[in-house]
């Protein structure tokens, strides 16, 4: 494996059948929440939450980084297995927000960094549920094209963006861990 400023990768082959197969059987699940698909980066991107901040948390004052499970994790029990054998992995302590992304051949999450409070607190992991070549993600000046089954680190600080150009859906899943 190369050595990269921007990306790490954790793991590859990880089994991730399930969960795709599951996702083809549950179409309901994608776009529930807008709030992601209401900016100009991320318009072309299909999300499925899985956790995430909570309006009224935040008005109590707990912020981006106490999160709670949406229904949709209840609904692919799937992520359970994949998600806290990352954390085992990495030793985190603490889960942030989770979901499940797609982008269409053709689509694109423009360029953009996290925020600099979100990227101090929490380590951005990506799990490439589906993805063939031609997808290509950039963080900074590093590309890589993620294979399906693979887990990255990724530097969600600096700015990044992925572009599809592939024949099918790049499906990935974003875990944030703070540890």
């Known amino acids: 494996q190369v050595l990269m400023r921007n990306f790490y990768r954790l793991a590859q082959g990880v089994d991730v059948t399930g969960l795709v197969a599951a996702l083809h059987t549950q179409p309901h699940l994608w776009n529930r929440n807008s709030l992601r698909r209401d900016t100009a980066e991320l318009a072309e991107c299909d999300d499925i939450w899985l956790r995430f901040p909570t309006e009224d948390g935040i008005k109590r004052g707990l912020g981006e980084f106490e999160c709670v499970n949406y229904p949709a994790w209840a609904e692919l029990p799937q992520v359970r ?36 409070a979100h990227t101090s607190y929490y380590r951005r992991h990506q799990i490439a549920l589906h993805s063939l ?42 875990v944030d861990i703070r540890n």
């Open 81 to 116: 297995p994949i998600i806290f054998g990352l954390m085992r992995q990495v030793e985190g302590e603490r889960l942030g927000p989770v979901m499940i992304t797609r982008l269409p051949p053709g689509g694109r999450i423009y360029p953009h960094d996290d925020g600099k």
């Open 133 to 174: 070549p031609g997808v290509m993600f950039r963080a900074g000046d590093e590309v890589v094209n993620m294979q399906t089954g693979d887990i990255y680190w990724f530097n969600n600080a600096i700015e990044h963006e992925v572009v599809n150009n592939s024949p099918d859906d790049r499906l990935a899943m974003i």
